[in-house]
């Protein structure tokens, strides 16, 4: 017989009162978008704090199913929304993930990316530089582009500079590395997470830069939530939705019926719900229409905590069922995250309804009028 594999989990020892609150109501699996994937109690909310827990005092042990089901999370925190004992699952499953890793169970596809980074200092291993047609030079505008759009969207990046140009913005590049999200969610080695933060935020204070501008949800939840708790950010964070909506856009007609997706690390961790409406309802003759499940419920694209690269199947199953609930009502499917934006469409390519999906920065740009 295998022995068994009992970890130190020193994190999620820390969170073991938090956990012992759950009073295994089940609120949580209304929401969580992995239990309505598999319909499967391990993978909702309150069986992944059962697991942590169960880690946590050693009574169970970190056998390959457990480990398989403890990054059955996306980090979209709708459980914690539904759970009426307050309990920062989140928070608790990075905990575990942590432990886990520490005790040498990192999935092969996380492995990947933290040599990955390592390596070429982005999550996809790319080694090409990529020409987005703007300088790093010193401004006190920066914009922050992130690894996905760089590499697997630069459409939103040069929407975002040709905004910017319009709009006359005196802004630069920052000589960025990855931001250290999927590291994180992922609960990988802590010291490489803060070796990232403290190039980005030196590259940024160097260029003398007072607001850094983002088009991806995850980098700037890491900017906003965790960075300041390793490093001193001595400069102002902006979603790039946030940072138009206090604009006066002047933008020509659109005759479409949008919908919005809220990326969850925007959303239900920063609550930025107001600022891309905004934006959407200055599009002339666009009509605005909400999904059924929207802001702080909006339900999860699919795509965060490391599902995408360690579950695509289950990231596309998810991602379809927001693309249909979008095709229901709208004719054009916006959100704010390019990561979002290639989750979605994966989603798409599943059950290929009619329906348009693009980060909101394209269509800003589209329509802007200079
Ligand atoms: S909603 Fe909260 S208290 Fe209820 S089962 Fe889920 S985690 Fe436990
Ligand atoms: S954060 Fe989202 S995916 Fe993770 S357990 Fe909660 S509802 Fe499920």
């Known amino acids: ?62 056998d390959a199913s457990v480990v398989e089901r403890l990054y059955q999370c996306t980090t979209c925190k709708d459980c914690e929304r539904r759970c009426p004992s307050n309990i920062r699952v989140v928070e608790i499953i990075e905990a575990a993930r942590a432990d886990l890793v520490e005790a040498g169970c990192a999935l092969p ?41 760089r590499y697997r969207m630069p459409e939103v990046a040069k929407h975002t500079i040709s905004i910017l140009r319009k709009m006359g913005v005196d ?13 994180k969610r992922t609960g990988q080695d802590e010291r490489l997470i803060k070796e990232l933060m403290k190039a980005n935020v030196e590259a940024v204070t160097r260029l003398g830069v007072k607001k850094l501008i983002f088009t991806c949800a995850g ?17 102002e964070t902006e ?3 946030e940072f138009l909506a206090k604009k006066d856009l002047k933008l020509r007609p659109l005759k479409k019926r949008i919908t ?31 999904m059924k499940e929207n802001m ?22 998810i991602a379809s069922r927001r693309v249909r609930s979008a095709s229901e009502v709208a004719d054009l499917l916006l959100t704010a995250c390019p990561f979002c934006v290639t989750n979605l469409r994966y989603g ?18 589209d329509l802007i009028i200079t």
């Open 1 to 62: 017989m295998a022995r068994k594999k009992i970890i130190k989990a020193e994190r999620t020892k820390k969170l073991e009162k938090e956990m012992l609150t759950c009073t295994l109501c089940g609120f949580c699996k209304s929401v969580c978008p992995y239990f309505e994937d598999n319909q499967w109690d391990p993978s909702a909310a309150r069986g992944k704090v059962i697991l942590a827990y169960g880690l946590s005092r050693g009574e169970i042990s970190a």
């Open 109 to 149: 596809a996380h492995k990947r990316i933290v040599k990955n980074i390592k390596e070429t200092k982005n999550p996809y291993g790319e080694t090409r530089a990529v020409d987005l047609g703007a300088e790093v030079k010193p401004a006190e505008i920066g914009y922050f582009v992130g690894c996905t759009a």
């Open 171 to 183: 802004f630069t590049l920052v000589d960025e590395v990855c931001c250290g999200s999927t590291l």
């Open 219 to 235: 980098c700037l939840k890491m900017f906003r939530e965790e960075y300041p708790k390793h490093v001193a950010v001595d400069f």
């Open 239 to 241: 979603h790039l939705v």
């Open 260 to 290: 919005y997706h809220d990326p969850c690390h925007i959303g239900r961790h920063l609550k930025i719900y107001d600022a891309p409406r905004k934006v959407i309802r200055m599009m002339p003759e666009a009509t605005f229409v909400e």
């Open 296 to 317: 702080e419920s909006a339900r999860c694209c699919g795509g965060g905590g490391g599902v995408r690269s360690a579950d695509p199947p289950a990231a596309q199953r």
């Open 348 to 365: 798409n390519e599943m059950i290929k309804v009619d329906i348009e999906i693009r980060d909101i920065a394209e269509v800003v740009d």
